[in-house]
């Protein structure tokens, strides 16, 4: 049986997670999932793994990221004892074998992942696995921008706003230029049970078997979101235009420049579940 992969895109905070979550509430698709990540897991792998081991030039990078991706909380969710040897079918075999095994054992014709970074890989992922389904989270921008803002940034900082939005429109562009198919937010939000057919029907699941409310969705604020004041929507504003009227060519060059120069780390939460035990 073939085992077809699918992949999330989406900046984060647009609903990646709550959109993953009820597609893999199929039993026929294959996602580690743990409460401790608010259900579906990222792998984080070829967007922080790669890069932090040298991007698997080497044999001994390879090894690197076959002993570091076997510790982590994504793999040990699989519930695979040991991955296929990395060196001869390289990184991106070695995650589809891995994924594969796993789906197979779960009895799913789909494997899934959801890694936001990974929207910035869309040309790579989608010429690595040709026959993958590749889908787009995307949501309102100013509601992205300050849930990324108030998440992870400084309200009060006119940068924080330019900056998110000029992150998020490059996300976007990214996913448009690769044509991705995309799903709205305010669509699953207001217009749920369609919208989950429509992703049932395109993907060929059975609806009854897509849980509605899989897991909670998640949020930056402790209440309602906060309304926008004139110089946040003017920052927001200058950072959106400027990528708007950068050539989509030229963005993903600076993108692959920017991530072959900036130094990878692996995400604090890679070893949570297994340094718990």
């Known amino acids: 049986m073939t085992i077809r992969p699918i992949f999330v895109f989406g900046r984060h905070r647009s609903g990646t997670t709550w959109l993953s979550n009820v597609i893999a509430s199929s039993p026929e698709v294959f996602a580690p999932s743990h409460e401790l990540h608010r259900g579906i897991h990222e792998s984080a792998f070829f967007s922080h793994l790669v890069r932090f ?9 390879l090894l690197a990221i076959k002993e570091l991706f076997e510790r982590s909380d994504f793999f040990l969710l699989t519930g695979l004892a040991e991955g296929p040897d990395i060196v001869r079918h390289g990184f991106a075999g070695y995650f589809r074998l891995v994924m594969e095994a796993a789906a197979r054992k779960s009895g799913a014709r789909y494997w899934l992942e959801k890694t936001p970074a990974h929207t910035l890989l869309a040309k790579y992922l989608s010429e690595s696995y040709p026959d993958a389904i590749l889908l787009a989270m995307i949501r309102d921008s100013r509601a992205v921008v300050a849930s990324n803002v ?31 198919h995309v799903i709205r937010y305010e669509d699953l939000r207001d217009h749920h049970r369609g919208t989950v057919r429509s992703i049932a029907e395109r ?26 004041e004139w110089w946040q929507i003017a920052a927001m504003a200058c950072g959106r235009g400027l990528v708007r009227m950068t050539p989509g060519r030229l963005i993903e060059l600076a993108v692959d420049r920017w991530r072959r120069r900036k130094a990878a780390v692996l995400p604090d939460w890679y070893f949570l579940i297994g340094s718990r035990r």
């Open 150 to 180: 108030h998440g992870f940034g400084n309200p009060r900082s006119p940068w924080a706003w330019f900056r998110q939005a000029a992150v998020t429109a490059i996300y976007e562009k990214i996913v448009v230029r690769n044509r991705v």
């Open 203 to 228: 993907l060929g699941l059975a609806v009854d078997s897509l849980s509605l409310d899989a897991f909670d969705r998640n949020s930056s604020y402790p209440g309602e979101a906060p309304s926008f």
């Open 53 to 61: 081991c040298n991007g698997g030039r080497t044999a001994a990078d």
